[in-house]
């Protein structure tokens, strides 16, 4: 069965960093992502990173955030810099595991970014 579990989420100033971690149990997993939902908003994927380290980031992150991996942990990391108040949001952990390709979420993190 597999479970995410994740932390490293609260309020930070502008400005500030937070990294969050996401802990990965249960199969193999060939990708994995953290996505954002911030309130009235659609769930948008943040970053993305695969088995091979390949990875991409949505636009707004690009330059701030950096998205890693531990596979002999299961690990994935978001290290968040320069945050700004558009960045708050309930951050999700995603993975997608091999060879199924079945998709699971984790339960969110809130990441608050205010003065």
């Known amino acids: 069965q597999v479970q995410l579990v994740e932390s490293g989420g609260g309020l930070v100033q502008p400005g500030g960093s937070l990294r969050l971690s996401c802990a990965a149990s249960g199969s193999i997993f060939s990708i994995m992502a953290w996505h954002r939902q911030a309130p009235g908003k659609q769930r948008e994927l943040v970053a993305i990173?695969?088995?091979?380290?390949?990875?991409n980031y949505v636009d707004s992150a690009k330059g701030r955030f950096t998205i890693s991996r531990d596979g002999a942990k299961n690990m994935v990391y978001l290290q968040m810099n320069s945050l700004k108040p558009d960045d708050t949001a309930v951050y999700y952990c995603n993975v997608v595991t091999t060879p199924w390709g079945r998709s699971y979420w984790g339960q969110g993190t809130q990441v608050t970014v205010s003065s």
């Open positions: 990173i695969t088995s091979d380290g390949s990875t």
